[in-house]
């Protein structure tokens, strides 16, 4: 709105710029984002908004209380404002944000509903189990059905009034020899599988300071990289990828709130974060960036430049059919003692190999004795660390490395491999 007032004032072509547009949006969100998350900060702490059960110190000094959730609604505050401002908004910059908001949504009712359990159990009116570290939200099956619901009304939503279709571009294989179609009564299932399962894989990898960050960001900028590209008739037929609609790249401008909002997250959530993302945030960014893959036509390069994320949703999803079978197979005793992760998701698994126990540890994995068969040996013992946040900062990076590596190869395999 601000680029088509300034244009209309000053007929300038700059205002019509998508890197303009694009840099002045990341600067907004950042600017809105630096300005309002400190004063948010302040306020969960004050009114105990986490999931957490740490009780906080009522002496004066540093702040030694559970740290506050929800944190991506300043992210999606800022998102929203700078985009508002910024982009031109057609139908697919409308249809983002409103995928954002929704998912966004029920992200919120799930971090809130944590923190009433935490409310209830701190007065005594429910009984904390002995292996929680944090309070439980809406039940995972309700969760994932409202999902499906708000997910499939959106579907539905984008095939009546967005200009999209279901051809994919193929990882590997040149669009001109092979560029399949899928019908609606396919299209539909495989945008609430991208949609719900990639918001989820985010959602899952959310658990410890930064980690989903970085790789959503990657993710972000590649898929705005194609929008951008993709939306350039000259740019696309000398690269051979999909022409897309001039007005795709309004994505670029959309990927830059994005992208600028894990910057300024990263100020306040950097080990040892001081506010936590919370399903709020995780849904809805998880959400919105696995939707603009799809209106880019690279859903099957999500999994390649995601692939953190998608680890993550695995790693869970073996851990628990592994836990299932061997307790049928072999007993609760042999199920409790072999696990195919030490913990899931995964990070929590290397969470467990870097950290260094005086004494053999209880629980043998499975995943390791496999690698060890095939000469990848864990990690040494005088590699491991002693405290938590060490193993901490050391699993992050870890997985930030991994993320940019993905993220070049994926450039390489969509743009040059065909």
Not at 23 to 30: E, P, R, V
Not at 226 to 238: E, M, P
Not at 285 to 303: C, H, Q, T
Not at 396 to 403: I, M, P
């Amino acid at each position: 709105m601000l680029a088509s007032l300034l244009y209309s004032l000053l007929p300038y072509q700059i205002f019509k710029s998508v890197f303009f547009r694009g840099g002045m949006t990341f600067l907004t969100a950042y600017l809105i984002i630096t300005w309002l998350m400190p004063m948010t900060i302040q306020l969960f702490r004050r009114h105990g908004i986490t999931s957490d059960f740490t009780a906080a110190s009522r002496q004066t000094g540093p702040y030694t209380g559970a740290t506050p959730i929800m944190g991506g609604g300043v992210l999606i505050v800022g998102i929203l404002i700078s985009s508002l401002l910024w982009t031109t908004l057609n139908q697919y910059i409308i249809a983002l944000l409103l995928i954002m908001l929704s998912f966004g949504l029920i992200g919120a009712l799930d971090d809130l509903a944590k923190v009433f359990h935490k409310r209830r159990i701190e007065r005594g009116e429910e009984a904390r189990k002995s292996y929680s570290d944090k309070a439980d939200g809406i039940s995972g099956k309700g969760r994932l059905a409202a999902e499906f619901a708000v997910a499939l009304l959106v579907v539905l939503g984008l095939y009546l009034y967005v200009d999209i279709d279901g051809h994919l571009v193929v990882p590997f294989v040149p669009i001109d020899e092979w560029y399949p179609y899928l019908p609606k009564y396919l299209f539909i299932p495989f945008m609430l599988l991208v949609i719900v399962g990639g918001a989820n894989a985010v959602n899952l990898t959310d658990g410890m300071d930064t980690l989903a960050t970085v790789p959503l960001m990657t993710c972000t900028l590649f898929v705005g990289a194609v929008a951008y590209i993709g939306g350039d008739l000259d740019f696309a037929t000398k690269l051979k990828i999909p022409h897309l609609s001039h007005d795709i790249k309004e994505l670029a401008v959309l990927a830059a709130a994005i992208i600028s909002a894990g910057f300024a997250f990263l100020k306040y959530n950097a080990p040892p974060a001081q506010i936590y993302m919370g399903d709020l945030g995780a849904l809805a960014l998880g959400s919105v960036v696995s939707a603009m893959f799809i209106f880019v036509k690279a859903e099957l390069f999500l999994p390649i430049v995601g692939g953190l994320f998608v680890f993550s949703a695995l790693s869970t999803i073996i851990q628990r059919g592994f836990f299932r079978a061997m307790l049928r197979l072999r007993g609760r005793d042999f199920a409790e003692t072999y696990r195919f992760f030490l913990k899931s998701p995964y990070h929590h698994h290397l969470q467990q190999l870097w950290t260094y126990h005086p004494e053999a540890p209880k629980v043998k994995s499975v995943w390791l004795m496999m690698l060890e068969k095939l000469g990848v040996r864990s990690v040494p013992e005088d590699n491991k660390l002693l405290t938590p946040q060490e193993v901490n900062s050391r699993v992050v990076w870890h997985f930030h490395l991994r993320s940019i590596w993905l993220f070049v190869i994926t450039l390489i395999l969509y743009f040059k491999v065909r």
